[in-house]
């Protein structure tokens, strides 16, 4: 049974867009046979069982600490993409958030942005956290810490809010596993 919300499938259209810019540039040899799409996939592959083994907090937490100081930026701008019609968003920003999406070692940047879109923050809407995700800017001065200590105040303290949440976005992050797998191809 397949769970993508009209929001999911927004979502997963503008990752098909973002996988697809990646290759043309490896038409023009800037990686090979899958380059650019293995960090997305792989984060898509640990997310849920972080979650399943450590908790939605501390999943959260770890890929939050992997997010640069100069990539709190481009988080915001793949919020801002994954969200819906972008007007304002540069192509020199879309190529580093589709670079960070293919490359090894990397993605956690475009996942997160990914997942705080959908299904994580369309189960936050429900749960009444709509607010933690439309505040969450990471560039500035709050940086990635303060963006996390506000989203982690929310969920901390409250078991029951946390359960709920990963219980609400499961069924999303592995159709999500499922769709960067296939992407991969």
Request: avoid cysteine; charge should be neutral.
């Amino acid at each position: 049974m397949s769970y993508i919300s009209r929001v999911g499938g927004q979502v997963v259209g503008r990752l098909v867009q973002l996988i697809e810019s990646t290759r043309g540039q490896e038409e023009q040899g800037r990686g090979g046979e899958g380059h650019h799409r293995m960090g997305i996939t792989r984060r898509a592959e640990d997310f849920p069982l972080m979650i399943s083994q450590y908790g939605l907090s501390s999943a959260l937490t770890f890929f939050l600490s992997k997010v640069g100081r100069d990539d709190s930026e481009l988080l915001d701008y793949g919020v801002d993409y994954f969200k819906g019609p972008v007007v304002n968003i540069d192509q020199k920003v879309r190529e580093k958030l589709a670079s960070d999406a293919g490359e090894e070692g990397k993605g956690y940047v475009s996942y997160l942005a990914l997942v705080l879109v959908w299904p994580l923050g369309e189960a936050m809407a429900g749960a009444g956290l709509n607010g933690v995700v439309n505040g969450l800017k990471l560039s500035g001065s709050d940086h990635v810490r303060g963006a996390a200590g506000l989203l982690l105040r929310n969920l901390q303290g409250i078991q029951e809010r946390e359960l709920l949440l990963e219980v609400a976005a499961m069924p999303g992050l592995l159709e999500l596993k499922k769709i960067t797998r296939a992407l991969g191809r």
